[in-house]
């Protein structure tokens, strides 16, 4: 097991670096950097130069601003150095877990992904509850009445609810109970009330999941097919197996035999998603949905980053979460050893 754990553990830092070196040398081609903003900025308050055609709001460049100020904006932002040395330096900071500070922000990277992380986090810890705590149960039920109408009818529900994307039904939700053209139930915006501080603990309990409703559904709609179907299916085929036949011809009743049986062989390919669905309910920020609702969570700054060409920010929530990423595969590979003892570290290897 430590022979397995180490060489996976080695193997994590090309791929780390890979990962890396391609987006690093991606961003070198891509145009309007925070040199070229910051420039484009200055021309349109009439800073560094003649203004900025008022037709169109042409951008030229670094035209009329001389190059001492051009080299000192560059130096602002480390690009006065070559591209391999800007990335050994960077390379040399995250050894050290130090992400870098935003351009736009004023903060360190740090700082952004802690203040932004509790939204994220909320909606997706609970998705993440309701998911598994639902599917689960649920995919159970339709195995064990496999071809019934309650079967049927469960299937017809989940599945159209996974059709449905997730911001068209925020979309339509607004609509109708956000105060928009029917209903005025839920909030429009935000986690928490303005009067938060003044509400009681009950109170605040109540009042944060009565903003995190609608939201919440958006995220968890579509994922209940996928892990009901998947716990449906997985338990049919462990039901038809030689092993469940003959524990009932042993006089075992159904009940025993399902959930002291088929239970544990079934749950295996559930269990084993478990870390990545967990540390991803922590880490994963849905665009959308936030942007849709307001919140103020991850998923709206890696999009900000990316159209600012926050770069610090961009690299560094990068290989934080490609890190992440890696040791939650390893987690979920230790975690199929622990479920079935049949696997084998070797044949993993």
Not at 66 to 79: H, K, S, T, W
Not at 140 to 146: G, L, P
Request: proline fraction near 4%; charge should be positive.
């Amino acid at each position: 097991m430590l022979a397995y754990v180490v060489k996976r553990i080695l193997l994590m830092i090309p791929t780390l670096l890979g990962i890396l070196l391609i987006t690093f040398a991606v961003i070198q081609f891509v145009p309007g950097g925070p040199v070229d903003q910051l420039l484009q900025e200055l021309r349109g308050r009439g800073q560094g130069g003649e203004v900025a055609s008022a037709a169109g709001n042409i951008y030229r460049g670094g035209q009329g601003v001389d190059a001492e100020r051009l080299a000192e904006i560059r130096a602002l932002y480390g690009f006065d150095k070559p591209a391999p040395q800007r990335f050994w330096d960077m390379i040399s900071r995250f050894a050290r877990f130090d992400l870098g500070t935003s351009y736009f922000y004023n903060k360190s990277v740090w700082e952004l992904i802690v203040e932004k992380l509790p939204v994220s986090a909320s909606l997706g810890v609970w998705s993440f509850l309701l998911t598994y705590l639902v599917s689960i149960p649920l995919g159970i039920a339709k195995a064990v009445r496999n071809g019934s109408r309650f079967d049927v009818l469960s299937s017809t529900v989940i599945l159209v609810g996974y059709a449905i994307p997730g911001f068209v039904l925020g979309v339509a939700l607004l609509a109708l109970f956000g105060g928009g053209s029917f209903l005025q139930v839920f909030p429009l915006r935000g986690l928490t009330s303005d009067n938060w501080d003044q509400l009681s603990l009950i109170g605040k309990v109540l009042d944060y999941l009565w903003h995190l409703a609608l939201p919440l559904l958006c995220l968890v709609i579509g994922s209940f097919a996928v892990t009901t179907m998947l716990t449906k299916n997985t338990f049919l085929e462990e039901i038809r197996k030689q092993y469940v036949m003959t524990a009932r011809a042993k006089g075992l009743r159904r009940r025993q035999v399902l959930y002291k049986h088929v239970f544990r062989n079934a749950m295996i390919p559930i269990v084993t998603g478990f870390p990545a669905a967990f540390v991803g309910a922590f880490f994963t920020g849905s665009l959308l949905i936030e942007t849709l609702f307001s919140l103020d969570g991850l998923g709206l700054l890696y999009y900000e980053s990316v159209i600012k060409r926050d770069y610090p920010v961009v690299m560094g929530t990068l290989y934080l979460f490609t890190l992440i990423g890696l040791f939650t595969k390893l987690i979920t590979d230790l975690c199929y050893v622990w479920v079935d003892p049949r696997v084998k570290f070797e044949s993993l290897a």
